[in-house]
């Protein structure tokens, strides 16, 4: 009986040794794959000012420019992913019309961030919202939370992807404030398309920068402020 | 000495069945394959709806397998003899709903091939990571406690276990209710009432699902229930299904305090074309008004009776489960409050969906996990209650 114990016992420690050996490697790998962003400074804090009085309601430039910076396909279909759209508004009380573009907010205290079961939507130092596209398991939870609608899920397998900006089918994405132009120091794309001048990029924590100074000094609005997630996309003229 | 030849044809009936739950369990392996490959495209799920049938079903199945403990606590924690002859099948239920709604959860994920990634990348404050400790300590602690009660030697802590197990599932359906009443942007969630509200559905629920199994499980082994144990059993089912009309009319009511709720109430209630059917015919009607007459009305209440209430009531929770998750997703997101919006990704639109076949498949598939775990125990180990042939509670 004890005999058979002393078995069993040996023939689990060496079965155990054997699957942390097997496993060890990938795990190692797997870590190194998933080192998390770097040079992202908390000292910054990137945001738009978005001048609706300046944006035109048949303008389409911004989502144009985004589309094709991060190859989307443009598609307005219910399962196309879709990260900025203009948004028409009429104020019910005297009927003024708006138009303005809409995105991921990138809030300070975003609810998408702490509803993700996995950590794959995370807030970089810098203030940008991302998802980590090897992280996202595609419960849309995210979606759920969100309450500007900011994101969309990939249903279906992409082709033609823009290398800077990788996608994946079952899993979600947004907005990225086109991170991988602000690492080279370029401005979003939207931003850049706008001949209006309506989207203003900046960092909203540098004293010398014009969103710094027009924020304190042109009124502006957070949507959905009474949430309290304090967003680094702001609205004048609203 | 029972007929060789009936004994065959039941045999043979079993296998029918189990090839039946096999054959629904294959349809949903086929639908996760065809929504690997192709992506979620081929499910009616949008960017506007996505959460859909397949968190039906998932949903009832977890709330239910919840609620089914129920019958094993009223014995365990409360002593009372009839519902401890019942609790082992009860925790059985427990489990066999718990794998077939968690099954449906995860394979209905864009990536389920990254759950492991939930467990490596733990986020502390996500409700749906609470929710997997809480399931899979759920399914440990019912494994603990049925084997309390069926291994002797462990008898000494069934009570322990019994109570813990009675602990685990209020904070479950409490993890329930909160994936959704965290969710404060959206008009039809984000309302405090809602854990307590799924801790009663989760009763009635479960109780319905506990009576169809036993009153199979009677006639198929040609047993009659003792018409005492049904009286008791038909009127808790009557308590628990007042009790959750209760809270969720207490919902409605609330949300339409609010002005700012008022217009999506008057959507699920009034305007909104399937979605207040659903909730009227399907849960009002058929899930409760008719169930309690056929429970209490003079005359009825009869064990046939008692098994049509507990089906209509398991029907009623799919219509409010499908009024609650996809309704509530459908009304638009009130992105502008004070203004009338459009776009062209569907800002003030109510969102159309149409579920798919597969949508379907899979969570008929969740369902069969559950038949399947459910008839082969039966058939293995001995779940049949044993009743002492008098009540002394
Ligand atoms: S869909 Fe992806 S990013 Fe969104 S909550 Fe789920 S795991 Fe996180």
């Known amino acids: 009986m004890s005999d058979t114990n002393t ?30 962003t770097e ?105 759920m939370a969100c309450p500007y609608k900011a994101r969309s899920f990939v249903h279906e397998t992409l082709t033609d992807q823009n ?71 702001r609205y004048q003229g609203l | 000495m029972a007929d060789l030849s009936a004994l065959r ?29 192709h992506g979620h495209i081929i499910s009616g799920m949008n960017n506007q709806i996505v959460w859909g049938m397949p968190h039906v079903f998932a949903i009832f199945l977890i709330v239910a397998a919840s609620g089914v403990l129920n019958v094993a606590s009223i014995g365990s924690v409360f002593g009372k003899a009839i519902y401890k002859a019942r609790a082992p099948l009860a925790s059985l239920l427990s489990i066999a709903m718990l794998s077939g709604g968690l099954a449906v959860l995860m394979l ?38 049925l084997w309390t009660m069926m291994e002797r030697r462990m008898n000494v802590f069934n009570k322990a276990a019994g109570l813990a197990v009675f602990v685990w599932r209020f904070v479950l359906t409490t993890g329930t209710g909160l994936i959704f009443a965290f969710l404060t942007a959206r008009q039809a969630y984000g309302s405090a009432l809602l854990p307590p509200m799924f801790i009663v559905l989760s009763f009635a629920w479960g109780l319905a699902v506990f ?20 009286q008791r059993k038909k009127n808790l089912l009557g308590v628990f299904v007042i009790g959750s009309l209760y809270m969720v009319a207490t919902y409605h009511f609330t949300n339409m305090y609010f002005a700012h709720q008022h ?5 699920i209630l009034r305007d909104g074309g399937i979605y207040p059917n659903l909730f009227w015919w399907g849960y009002v009607v058929l899930g409760n008004v008719l169930p309690l007459l056929l429970i209490y009305a003079p005359g009825l209440g009869k064990s046939k009776c008692v098994m049509a209430a507990a089906l209509l009531v ?32 569907a800002d003030g639109q109510i969102a159309s969906y149409t579920p798919s076949i597969y949508e379907f498949l899979l969570g008929f598939g969740g369902l069969a996990i559950a038949f399947i775990i459910t008839t082969v125990s039966v058939r293995v180990l001995n779940f049949m209650p044993q009743d002492k042939p008098y009540i002394s509670d």
């Not at chain 1, 069993?8 to 998390?36: C, D, H, Q, W």
Request: proline fraction near 4%; aromatic fraction near 10%.
């Open chain 1, 7 to 36: 078995q069993r016992r040996e023939f689990l420690k060496t079965s155990l040794g054997a699957a942390a050996v097997a496993i060890a490697p990938g795990m190692l790998l797997y870590s190194t794959a998933n080192g998390k």
């Open chain 1, 39 to 143: 040079g992202a400074s908390s000292q910054v804090r990137w945001g738009m000012l978005i001048d609706t009085t300046q944006c035109k309601p048949d303008c389409n430039d911004c989502v144009t420019a985004c589309n094709t910076e991060n190859g989307l396909s443009g598609g307005k279909s219910a399962t196309d992913s879709q990260w900025i759209r203009k948004i028409e508004i009429k104020d019910v009380s005297n009927g003024r019309v708006t138009s303005l573009p809409m995105m991921c907010q990138h809030c300070e205290h975003p609810p998408c961030v702490d509803v993700c079961p996995t950590q794959a939507s995370f807030k970089r130092a810098d203030g940008i919202v991302l998802v980590d596209r090897h992280l996202c398991i595609g419960c849309r939870y995210c979606m």
């Open chain 1, 163 to 233: 290398p800077d900006v990788p996608r994946g089918k079952g899993t979600v994405e947004a907005c990225s404030l086109c991170v991988h132009r602000i690492d080279k120091g370029q401005i979003p794309a939207c931003a850049e398309a706008c001949q209006n001048k309506a989207i203003l990029f900046g960092n909203l924590n540098d004293t010398n920068s014009e969103i710094y100074n027009k924020v304190r000094s042109v009124a502006s609005k957070q949507i959905r402020a009474d949430l309290q997630l304090n967003t680094g996309v």
């Open chain 2, 9 to 37: 044809s039941m045999n043979r009936l079993f296998y029918v069945l189990l090839a039946f739950g096999g054959l629904a369990a294959l349809g949903g392996a086929y639908a996760v394959y065809m929504m690997e490959h």
């Open chain 2, 108 to 145: 209905d994920l864009g990536r389920p091939d990254r759950i492991i990634v939930a467990a490596t990348h733990y986020n502390l404050t996500s409700v749906f990571a609470w929710n997997v400790v809480l399931y899979s300590g759920m399914f440990s602690l019912v494994i603990v406690y």
């Open chain 2, 211 to 230: 009576h169809v199994v036993q009153a199979v499980i009677y006639v198929w082994n040609e047993k009659k229930l003792d018409p005492e144990i049904l």
């Open chain 2, 263 to 267: 217009g999506f109430e008057l959507f």
């Open chain 2, 314 to 345: 398991v029907l009623g929770a799919f219509a409010l489960l499908y009024v609650f998750i996809i309704g509530g997703q459908a009304y638009p997101l009130n992105i502008f409050p004070g203004y009338e919006v459009s776009s062209s990704f």
